[in-house]
């Protein structure tokens, strides 16, 4: 069984393209004696590697120690309402393959992600990479009880057993939680969120949804509902309308459905532009009417974005960052934006990760070490990161979550903080 601080010279290493036994024992405060145990051990699980010398200024050179990328491989997939991208990566989280399929058709959510997992599976095969680990964001809330997937009207979910589905499809440790939550996490580890305790992560695509981190912990809420935020209310008669089982008022709204048929409502009716058979292809040509200057996509664009400040501004006030912004990826690199905090950081001087990628990461070497006959903690997560529905112990690799690139330019260039 891994050790605590295994876990973290593991970290370490893996955070750094060469090190030494030597700096190891200096950023982490830990003895020479026990680095040097500690290294014997994970160079025999194989998660490491030392070769050559390093630079001395007096003394017999240090090996130098790398992590083992290549020791094993994770299936990541994000499924969506219109897609489902999947990436093989390594353990340093690279992407070694891509893919993408279609998820339009009526019930084909599930098929289409099993079919996924076994494409990337041959694809790791040929590339000689055991698969040590399967991560899957779905867009629905995640009983960690039952390992049912609820509130998912874009992939038609209620009540669907995801977790015991993919029990008897996959042999490998899996985890499976909702997307915006893998997306918080995501962040926190190389991304907007990376080094800071407290943000909030805005998704909008073929839907709506957000997720806090608040003191460097996911916050999942009572019902695992926590950073639902597609069902909130936009105005007072909303609140004596019938709710709705899974679509909430933002979320009508503010979807990539919401925005067409808003659309289409100030539309002539003869006009055919947006009432095409497959609209939500048609989202972009939304955005590029608007910046074009057509008066009926500015205005469906402008009412989005005073929607998108609104909800921004209620999380800041509930999650009370000291103080955030709205960001945007770089153009094909697709991600939710992030609200977040630039406060304090409680990470040491001596490392560079974040409380939560730190938590992120020794989840990685747990499935990592349980592929390499080395056991992980218990129950494979640290509570406060913990996953939503857990077979096996895994770890959370880099997901691949999918949003409108045109919406979070938009958002990039007219809103602020």
Request: aromatic fraction near 4%; proline fraction near 7%.
């Amino acid at each position: 069984m891994l050790e605590v601080n295994e876990f973290l010279v593991l970290d370490f290493v893996g955070e750094r393209e060469r090190t030494s036994r030597p700096e190891i024992a200096r950023a982490l405060d830990l003895s020479p004696a026990s680095v040097s145990r500690m290294v014997g051990r994970l160079l025999r699980a194989g998660l490491v590697v030392e070769s050559g010398r390093s630079p001395s200024d007096g003394g017999r050179p240090a090996g130098v120690v790398s992590f083992n990328r290549r020791a094993g491989g994770v299936i990541a997939i994000d499924l969506g309402a219109t897609s489902c991208r999947g990436a093989l990566a390594d353990l340093a989280g690279d992407f070694l393959y891509e893919e993408v399929r279609l998820t339009r058709e009526r019930g084909a959510a599930f098929p289409t992600l099993r079919a996924a997992i076994d494409a990337l599976a041959l694809e790791a095969a040929r590339q000689d990479v055991p698969v040590t680990a399967l991560a899957v964001g779905v867009p629905a809330i995640v009983d960690p009880e039952t390992g049912c997937g609820t509130a998912g009207p874009s992939v038609e979910w209620d009540t669907f057993d995801i977790a015991t589905a993919l029990s008897e499809q996959v042999a490998v440790p899996f985890v499976v939680e909702n997307d915006v939550n893998l997306a918080a996490l995501a962040h926190a580890w190389r991304g907007d969120g990376r080094h800071v305790d407290d943000f909030f992560t805005l998704y909008l695509g073929a839907g709506v949804g957000g997720a806090v981190v608040s003191d460097g912990r996911l916050v999942k809420g009572h019902r695992n509902a926590g950073g639902e935020i597609g069902f909130l209310l936009l105005d007072v008669a909303g609140s004596h309308a019938p709710l709705a089982a899974t679509i909430g008022d933002l979320e009508l709204a503010t979807s990539a459905g919401g925005l067409l048929a808003r659309a289409r409502h100030l539309a002539e009716p003869d006009d055919p532009r947006w009432d095409p058979p497959d609209s939500l292809l048609l989202v972009d040509g939304l955005f590029q009417a608007a910046s074009d200057g057509d008066p009926i996509a500015r205005q469906v664009i402008g009412e989005l974005l005073d929607l998108v400040v609104l909800v921004l501004v209620a999380v800041r006030a509930i999650v009370d960052p000291p103080a955030s912004a709205t960001r945007a990826p770089r153009r094909g690199s697709p991600s939710p934006a992030t609200c977040r905090s630039s406060g304090r950081s409680r990470r040491s001087s001596g490392s560079s990760s974040s409380p939560v990628s730190r938590r992120i990461s020794r989840e990685r070497i747990a499935t990592a070490s349980a592929c390499s006959d080395a056991s992980s903690s218990p129950g494979g997560h640290p509570p406060d990161v913990a996953p939503a529905a857990v077979r096996r112990p895994t770890a959370r690799r880099q997901p691949s979550p999918s949003a409108t690139e045109a919406t979070l330019s938009w958002i990039r260039c007219s809103t602020s903080m």
